[in-house]
């Protein structure tokens, strides 16, 4: 029982491999400017690195793109608010 339990296993992540990569062309064509428009412009070297992170990653990253619109979110906190502000120089 253990052993079968181990192949369905390992079979579980030759599928969720495989879906990766059947999913990279989409991600190299249109995906990563969904994600972040810089990185849709980016050269063949840096999609050579990132390959690895969007097989491994691509249920999160999917959603992401999903709705995406290209621009990466925008962080709200107090630094940011307070550089922000147009403050008078002393």
Not at 8 to 31: D, E, T
Not at 32 to 52: E, K, M, N, Y
Not at 63 to 78: C, F, I, M, Y
Request: net charge positive.
């Amino acid at each position: 029982m253990p052993e079968a339990f181990a192949q369905v296993l390992v079979w579980c992540g030759y599928v969720y491999v495989a879906a990766g990569l059947l999913l990279l062309p989409w991600w190299h064509a249109r995906g990563l400017a969904r994600l972040d428009a810089a990185a849709g412009h980016g050269g063949w070297g840096f999609r050579v690195l990132i390959t690895p992170g969007l097989v491994g990653l691509w249920p999160v990253l999917l959603l992401s793109a999903r709705r995406g619109t290209g621009h990466p979110k925008v962080e709200t906190n107090a630094h940011r608010a307070a550089a922000t502000e147009h403050a008078p120089l002393p």
